[in-house]
């Protein structure tokens, strides 16, 4: 077991971040943004960033290659449909997608959105975590988290309507 906290300032002790989100165990803020038979969709808990979306496979693996054909399409079109909101909604240019193998959750991928406040950072990959752990200790405020929150509303009615 792992205890986690999330940018509410609530800690969690799980064994599985993602498996705890895509069951209901943890309810992220503002819910699940959209959720299919095999992915959930969700505003990441660790870091206030107003549309940085985690998509998680419901299914506990960790590698592309582990998906079956209609989890592929499943999570290609979701990716896709999400990115498509992303930007009509929220107005996001860009986004970052991070995927990684040797994690200690399981399979799912990091939706990124650059904003110009990043670009102090720099803009490359490198420049991501400077950009998460600022959020997370500077930005963590209730007027920033208020306003991550009413996003989280925008795309889940976006997407909702999109179906």
């Given at each position: 077991m792992r205890n986690i906290t999330l940018f509410n300032g609530t800690?969690?002790?799980?064994?599985?971040?993602s498996c705890a989100l895509t069951s209901g165990l943890v309810e992220p803020d503002g819910g699940v943004?959209?959720?299919t038979e095999h992915f959930h969709a969700?505003?990441?808990?660790a870091y206030p960033i107003k549309g940085l979306i985690i998509l998680a496979s419901?299914?506990?693996?960790?590698?592309?290659d582990?998906?079956?054909?209609?989890?592929?399409?499943d999570y290609i079109n979701l990716?896709?449909?999400?990115r498509?909101?992303?930007?009509?909604?929220?107005?996001?240019?860009?986004?970052?997608y991070f995927y990684n193998e040797d994690t200690t959750h399981h399979f799912h991928t990091w939706m990124v959105p650059r904003y110009e406040w990043m670009n102090e950072?720099?803009?490359?990959?490198?420049s991501v975590r400077p950009v998460l752990r600022h959020a997370r200790n500077q930005m963590n405020d209730q007027e920033n988290v208020k306003e991550v929150i009413e996003a989280i509303y925008k795309l889940k009615d976006a997407l909702r309507e999109a179906r």
């Amino acid at each position: 077991m792992r205890n986690i906290t999330l940018f509410n300032g609530t800690t969690v002790e799980v064994e599985c971040l993602s498996c705890a989100l895509t069951s209901g165990l943890v309810e992220p803020d503002g819910g699940v943004v959209i959720e299919t038979e095999h992915f959930h969709a969700h505003q990441d808990v660790a870091y206030p960033i107003k549309g940085l979306i985690i998509l998680a496979s419901k299914r506990h693996i960790y590698g592309f290659d582990e998906l079956t054909e209609e989890e592929k399409t499943d999570y290609i079109n979701l990716l896709t449909k999400i990115r498509k909101t992303q930007r009509e909604v929220l107005g996001i240019e860009y986004v970052y997608y991070f995927y990684n193998e040797d994690t200690t959750h399981h399979f799912h991928t990091w939706m990124v959105p650059r904003y110009e406040w990043m670009n102090e950072f720099g803009r490359s990959v490198e420049s991501v975590r400077p950009v998460l752990r600022h959020a997370r200790n500077q930005m963590n405020d209730q007027e920033n988290v208020k306003e991550v929150i009413e996003a989280i509303y925008k795309l889940k009615d976006a997407l909702r309507e999109a179906r």
